[in-house]
């Protein structure tokens, strides 16, 4: 008896043995041989409903029971554009009971090593690389446990659900012109250079998590975090950047914090997606000298001359409007304190602007040091009208070195007993060139010595233009006018209206 029970676990062994080792060699079989070609098209097919056309190069199984394909690319036509997506694997589970039954038998998808491509032209277009997912496909939605990716310098995470229920494909819209199509070429041409110019050991961070419902997809959410460290963007090192926005409730808001090496910028946006507008308002108190390496000739030269003693406080809001053409318009204003230029020291600057892209104001500017002070307006139509005025109490030898080497000289010659030359006078213009600008007004000094001469007051009217000084009604006390009247020839206003407007 006992032999009959040893002889039939042995046969039953054998028999699990044998079954076992049928499975491993189907398994081995299908994952390297490839999984039968009815498999492949139901696959296509539920691509194929979705709007999608699907290639590969081999279907197999891997030891978990997940269909997966090798070498794989996924294609989306429309009639404006045909997106692309490779990737070198992308596994699927199958509800296999489905499948038999005929129904969509697609549970869960994950992508490794993909790359999807958005083309703009044929030239140009938007390419999220190393691409890896996983995502559970339901009858009514989309779950993205995890989705991440390179976009230009960007790593980019994203999770939440996109609801297909009660989505309907919106009718074929016309395909976008040639000039169209070069304009948005030339927008991510431009996109793409900028993002280029931020350089950091690690890439800035985009998280995004959303709810996103085809069928109203203004009724959404999303909620986007943005961070980067110690990023550097065109020699200004940023030391912390922070930015989250959120889409809700039909209205999009954003927030962010950017930190540098001394000072922080804050700013603040919100904007309603049924408008085409939008503001945001900001403040900072950066070193603005942190900034000259990114701005344009000859503004970095003025901004790496000028030190700081306190930060200066910077506020504003910029309004965009996209109703017709993209438009912006910037209202700003800065104050400045004890701060110097070329060691020329300040107390006070208050600098109000407001600029739309074209038009220009300067609204009361304030500039103080420890001799007097000076204010300026100024508007500019963008076009041919120039219109401003200035008004002036500062001793001019004080700021001297502001105005180089050739004209130490001239200052050199010049000494004020008491306070500094009082001016007043209209700024008239087609421009901001020497040659399209007129400048007339009066100027009285007291008490001052020109080469060891001492003058007890000085009065004229006066117009500058085409780089020549006019004095009309010159009159001098306790002077001789040709004294005065010899400054214009020996010191040529050309060249010293050139160093102060270079």
Same mark, same amino acid.
């Given at each position: 008896?006992?032999?009959?029970?040893?002889?039939?676990?042995?046969?039953?062994?054998?028999?699990?043995?044998?079954?076992?080792?049928?499975?491993?060699?189907?398994?081995?079989?299908?994952?390297?041989?490839?999984?039968?070609?009815?498999?492949?098209?139901?696959?296509?097919?539920?691509?194929?409903?979705?709007?999608?056309?699907?290639?590969?190069?081999?279907?197999?199984?891997?030891?978990?029971?997940?269909?997966?394909?090798?070498?794989?690319?996924?294609?989306?036509?429309?009639?404006?554009?045909?997106?692309?997506?490779?990737?070198?694997?992308?596994?699927?589970?199958?509800?296999?009971?489905?499948?038999?039954?005929?129904?969509?038998?697609?549970?869960?998808?994950?992508?490794?090593?993909?790359?999807?491509?958005?083309?703009?032209?044929?030239?140009?277009?938007?390419?999220?690389?190393?691409?890896?997912?996983?995502?559970?496909?339901?009858?009514?939605?989309?779950?993205?446990?995890?989705?991440?990716?390179?976009?230009?310098?960007?790593?980019?995470?994203?999770?939440?659900?996109?609801?297909?229920?009660?989505?309907?494909?919106?009718?074929?819209?016309?395909?976008?012109?040639?000039?169209?199509?070069?304009?948005?070429?030339?927008?991510?041409?431009?996109?793409?250079?900028?993002?280029?110019?931020?350089?950091?050991?690690?890439?800035?961070?985009?998280?995004?998590?959303?709810?996103?419902?085809?069928?109203?997809?203004?009724?959404?959410?999303?909620?986007?975090?943005?961070?980067?460290?110690?990023?550097?963007?065109?020699?200004?090192?940023?030391?912390?950047?922070?930015?989250?926005?959120?889409?809700?409730?039909?209205?999009?808001?954003?927030?962010?914090?950017?930190?540098?090496?001394?000072?922080?910028?804050?700013?603040?946006?919100?904007?309603?997606?049924?408008?085409?507008?939008?503001?945001?308002?900001?403040?900072?108190?950066?070193?603005?000298?942190?900034?000259?390496?990114?701005?344009?000739?000859?503004?970095?030269?003025?901004?790496? *001359?000028?030190?700081?003693?306190?930060?200066?406080?910077?506020?504003?809001?910029?309004?965009?409007?996209?109703?017709?053409?993209?438009?912006?318009?910037?209202?700003?204003?800065?104050?400045?304190?004890?701060?110097?230029?070329?060691?020329?020291?300040?107390?006070?600057?208050?600098?109000?602007?407001?600029?739309?892209?074209?038009?220009?104001?300067?609204?009361?500017?304030?500039?103080?040091?420890?001799?007097?002070?000076?204010?300026?307006?100024?508007?500019?139509?963008?076009?041919?009208?120039?219109?401003?005025?200035?008004?002036?109490?500062?001793?001019?030898?004080?700021?001297?070195?502001?105005?180089?080497?050739?004209?130490?000289?001239?200052?050199?010659?010049?000494?004020?007993?008491?306070?500094?030359?009082?001016?007043?006078?209209?700024?008239?213009?087609?421009?901001?060139?020497?040659?399209?600008?007129?400048?007339?007004?009066?100027?009285?000094?007291?008490?001052?010595?020109?080469?060891?001469?001492?003058?007890?007051?000085?009065?004229?009217?006066?117009?500058?233009?085409?780089?020549?000084?006019?004095?009309? *009604?010159?009159?001098?006390?306790?002077?001789?006018?040709?004294?005065?009247?010899?400054?214009?020839?020996?010191? *040529?206003?050309?060249?010293?209206?050139?160093?102060?407007?270079?």
């Amino acid at each position: 008896m006992k032999s009959r029970k040893i002889t039939r676990l042995g046969t039953i062994g054998y028999i699990v043995l044998i079954l076992l080792l049928a499975v491993w060699g189907a398994l081995l079989i299908v994952r390297y041989v490839g999984l039968p070609d009815q498999i492949g098209k139901r696959l296509a097919s539920e691509l194929n409903s979705r709007g999608l056309t699907l290639d590969f190069k081999k279907l197999y199984l891997d030891p978990l029971g997940r269909v997966v394909a090798r070498d794989v690319q996924i294609l989306h036509s429309s009639p404006s554009s045909e997106n692309r997506l490779d990737f070198d694997r992308l596994s699927f589970e199958f509800n296999w009971i489905s499948w038999w039954r005929g129904e969509p038998f697609l549970e869960n998808a994950s992508i490794r090593g993909g790359e999807l491509f958005f083309p703009i032209s044929e030239e140009t277009g938007i390419r999220l690389s190393d691409l890896y997912a996983e995502i559970r496909i339901r009858n009514d939605a989309l779950v993205i446990d995890q989705l991440e990716g390179r976009l230009l310098n960007l790593f980019v995470q994203v999770q939440g659900e996109v609801v297909l229920e009660g989505f309907k494909a919106p009718p074929a819209s016309k395909p976008p012109t040639a000039e169209q199509i070069e304009q948005q070429a030339r927008l991510w041409d431009q996109i793409e250079k900028a993002a280029a110019e931020f350089k950091g050991a690690d890439p800035i961070s985009v998280s995004l998590k959303v709810q996103l419902p085809l069928a109203a997809p203004m009724e959404g959410q999303i909620d986007m975090m943005i961070e980067g460290q110690r990023q550097l963007w065109k020699g200004v090192l940023f030391e912390k950047i922070v930015v989250e926005a959120l889409y809700e409730d039909r209205v999009a808001r954003l927030h962010g914090d950017v930190d540098f090496l001394k000072g922080h910028l804050e700013f603040e946006g919100r904007w309603n997606p049924k408008r085409p507008n939008a503001e945001l308002v900001f403040f900072s108190d950066v070193d603005f000298s942190l900034l000259a390496p990114a701005m344009p000739s000859p503004f970095d030269e003025f901004l790496g *001359d000028v030190v700081f003693s306190e930060l200066p406080e910077n506020q504003g809001k910029i309004r965009f409007n996209w109703a017709r053409d993209f438009s912006f318009h910037l209202i700003t204003r800065s104050t400045w304190r004890s701060f110097s230029v070329l060691g020329v020291p300040f107390d006070y600057l208050y600098f109000p602007l407001s600029y739309d892209g074209k038009r220009l104001m300067v609204s009361q500017l304030e500039m103080r040091n420890a001799t007097g002070e000076a204010t300026f307006d100024v508007f500019f139509d963008g076009d041919k009208t120039l219109k401003g005025k200035l008004a002036s109490t500062l001793v001019p030898t004080s700021l001297k070195k502001l105005f180089g080497e050739k004209a130490q000289p001239f200052f050199n010659s010049l000494v004020f007993d008491g306070a500094g030359p009082q001016i007043e006078c209209k700024i008239i213009g087609t421009g901001f060139k020497p040659e399209e600008v007129r400048l007339e007004g009066n100027v009285g000094i007291k008490n001052f010595r020109y080469k060891g001469v001492k003058l007890n007051k000085v009065d004229s009217s006066f117009s500058f233009e085409n780089f020549a000084l006019h004095l009309p *009604d010159l009159k001098v006390e306790e002077g001789s006018p040709q004294v005065c009247v010899s400054l214009l020839p020996e010191y *040529d206003a050309r060249s010293i209206w050139h160093l102060v407007t270079a």
